[in-house]
């Protein structure tokens, strides 16, 4: 049962929460109706470890149930509801408080959504600095996680005595409640972690002492690496990557959650650090399915549940007779296992009313405490078809790989499906594209790639969507794995050693990345260096340089990354006479081009031009985004370059259309979250996106765009260049650090700003300058490369001066024979938060702003 609190905030900083219901967790023990009789009562041959139904129906219907694999998104979670995305909430300065101005939601809102999370992380360390939440909530920063060490969850806190009567505390509802860990992403001094729910709370709150709180996400710990202890029992985790490489962490104790995989964690090594227990008694609840009456047998696709060392662990029907744990939840139907993975059902009890039947398989892993069990609700209605869905990955030898749990949409027989928004696959395929996984396509039948090669009429390929019919389908959507050829640059020493090439003190070397069905060609490999010329790929093998074949055109991308080197010989030599010094070359920028020079006279001011249709990296044939196949990833800012339409569901239609937005300059184009990806009938991809334009009237829609490049491409940088140009109007600011806080300076619309690095910060890019700072790689507030704009310019025919950029209350008017001379604050456009409007370049003067339009303005300099 899902842990259900609502917490209201009250202006006294008290919290009021609302009663809770206890969870029906009463066995049903009453017979199986006559309606039993009507279950087909095939024997399934040659089924290995069978268990018997029984009749007892223990999962609810009447209440939210915690799935392992579905989940509010954050801006649906309790509270303000004020999540604008993770781009969004990593931008808010470290020391924000308070009103947001631009949204009117208090800071903490947006970056740390759950108010679960809020209360508690008041509840455990902030008492004593706030004196109420009311307060706490108006006034707490990032910056003040830094103080945290712990989360830790205090038994005595959880129940209080009220009128002779034990009952829970906000303390303890504030815990069971939070969803997500997200915010503390901010404690970079946290150590521990430990939250354990009062079992008598629970069994007084919910009916049930071992509970489940709502807990699932806690990626928010990915980067903590000072982590030293978690203990987080009775929740319903089921990812644990976020722990994975944490050098300082020496326990782990995540036993009765619900976690699938293990072998993230594998990747910590402290000789401290036991990992054979701490992982016992979790528990996985699949979707419900629903059968068409009448369904004989029912074979489950296959499981996956790794253990540490990534190994599939076997399955069991789960047996009560045998097994204590789980008692409440045995299976209604007969099962048994078709492999070690696969388990075959048949004889279905109808369900209940009020109760679902239920099969229930369970694991144990031999190396260590790690065991659970799987439970997949179902119930038998008339006129029902289902489609069963899997999950694979197409390796380079051919063969498939399972990557997740298979999923079984249901519906009316004659109803369409899309499997790509259906609640019950959805969270895969976003999870995929998120970890890399592009997908090739959807088949039938065995869903093999190979007989669809093959033509033998046991595999074709399909559309995502289909309709239900009365015989069960089977789908598989294939994926290819995206990795990534790193291309270092240099040339051979006298020795025969790599010396790579070096722009001051940074190497020069590219990425590129794709799939093993589009090889990367040695031609896009190849970038122009004054001087040299190239002599070939290789690669190092144990530290010898192995020159690829002469002839090599393509090369292949593998499973995993890979880096190659492109060698290069002076073409006439230069006085290097030591041999074995490293050239001094400009790196070629991420167009391909091999010379960046600086300007030998000041340039000539041109009038702006922001709309990318010149010196913009994206355009230029070679570009590491000039990609036609690119797919941003999931929460990546992305924007509009065209006019474009967004629409209700991915067929783009009149009817589906919800807005327009026109083709703006540069500076004001729309801009988009990714949040996941679907296709149409004939495999167009398209981007489900959510409207981050906070000042236009579309802010927060949702809905479908293009994903083509022709039309979108992504906000921030992805190369590095040697010199950016400020273009937004306001300027840009430079920060102390890569995540943007301590501000130093305000650089203004024109500055020219030499670049000595680029990094990453989330799914965003800033530029390292040359005096240390940080800038943003936003596309619409800087552009690469040197421009110089218009400083003065001069009135050709009369002209009026206005108050504001809109151009509308005039306060000044200028004769035409006075051929006034302008000084230029700055360019901006009109219209800016339009989106059905394109914008006119205006000129910011003293005393407001004058057209930018040439047939009335010259520039002088």
Known sequence: MYATVALSMLMTGTIAVSPVSAADQQSAQTAASTAANQASQLAVPNLTNEVKATNKFNITKERPLQYTYIHKPFEDLQGAKAWKGAEYAANIPMDAKGLDPTTKKNYIDEWMPDYGTQIFVYLTNYTKDYKDLTTFRDNFTKNDLAKMTTLKSDSDAQLTTVGGKQQATVYYQAMMSMSTLEGLQYATNLQSVYLHPNMTASAITYGEATQNGNLWDISALTKLNKLTDISVNYFSISDVAALANKPDLVKIDLAYNQISDLSPLATNQNPALDLTKGFSNQHILLSPVTFRTGTASYTTPSFIIKNLAANNLPIQVYNA????????????????????????????????????????????????????????????????????????????????????????????????????????????????????????????????????????????????????????????????????????YGSLDENGKFVQFKNGSEPVSDSKQGDFNNPLKVSDTTKNFPNYEFDGLARIVNGKVEKLPANTDTIPFTESDQTIIALYKKQVSTGDGNGGSTPQVTPPSSAGSGTVTEPQKPGQATEPKTDGSTNDPDRKPGSQTNNQDYVAKKN??????????????????????????????????????????????????????????????????????????????????????????????????????????????????????????????????????????????????????????????????????????????????????????????????????????????????????????????????
Do not use: C
């Open 636 to 861: 990546e800012v992305i924007y509009s370059i065209k006019k474009i339409g967004l629409y209700r569901t991915e067929n783009f239609s009149k009817n589906t259309r919800q807005a327009w937005y026109v083709k703006k300059p540069r500076v004001y184009r729309p801009m988009f979250v990714v949040t996941g990806y679907t296709r149409t009938a004939d495999g167009k991809l398209r981007y489900r996106v959510r409207d981050v334009n906070h000042l236009t009237k579309n802010r927060h829609k949702t809905g479908y765009i293009t994903a083509s490049w022709k039309y979108v491409r992504p906000v921030y940088y992805l190369g590095k260049h040697a010199a950016i140009t400020v273009i937004n109007p306001r300027g840009v600011n430079g920060y102390t650090k890569a995540n943007l806080t301590g501000k130093i300076r305000n650089y203004k619309q024109g500055t020219i700003l030499k670049v000595k690095g680029i990094v990453r910060h989330n799914l965003t890019t800033r530029y390292v300058l040359s005096n240390g700072q940080y800038v943003t790689g936003n596309r619409k507030l800087v552009n690469m490369g040197r421009h110089h704009y218009p400083k003065y310019v001069k009135a050709k025919t009369a002209v009026n001066r206005y108050h504001n950029v809109n151009l509308t209350k005039r306060n000044q008017h200028y004769k035409q024979n006075s051929k006034k001379v302008f000084k230029v604050y700055n360019f901006d456009y009109s219209q800016a938060n339009s989106v059905t409007k394109h914008g006119t370049l205006r000129y910011r003067i003293a005393g407001g702003y004058i057209t930018g339009n040439a047939k009335y303005i010259q520039i002088v300099r």
């Open 321 to 488: 007779n045998k097994e204590d744990y789980a008692r409440l939840y045995p299976s209604t139907s007969d099962g048994g296992n078709v492999d070690s993975t696969t388990i075959t059902w048949s004889n279905m009890l109808p369900d209940r009313p009020n109760m679902y039947g239920a099969f229930s398989t369970l694991w144990k892993d031999s190396s260590s405490d790690y065991n659970g069990w799987i439970m997949v609700p179902y119930q038998i209605k008339d006129g029902i078809g289902n489609v069963n869905v899997n999950f694979q990955l197409l390796r380079n030898d051919k063969s498939q790989l399972t990557l997740a749990p298979s999923s079984v949409l249901s519906g009316t027989v004659g109803t369409s499906f899309n499997i790509q928004t259906d609640n019950t696959t959805d969270y895969q395929l976003n999870r995929l594209a998120g970890l890399g996984y592009k997908v090739y396509g959807v088949f039938n039948g065995t869903g093999q790639v190979s007989d669809f090669n093959e033509k033998n009429g046991r595999a074709d390929k399909v559309g995502q969507t289909g309709t239900i019919s009365e015989n069960t389908q089977n789908l598989t959507v294939v994926f290819v794995k995206q990795s990534t050829i790193k291309v270092d």
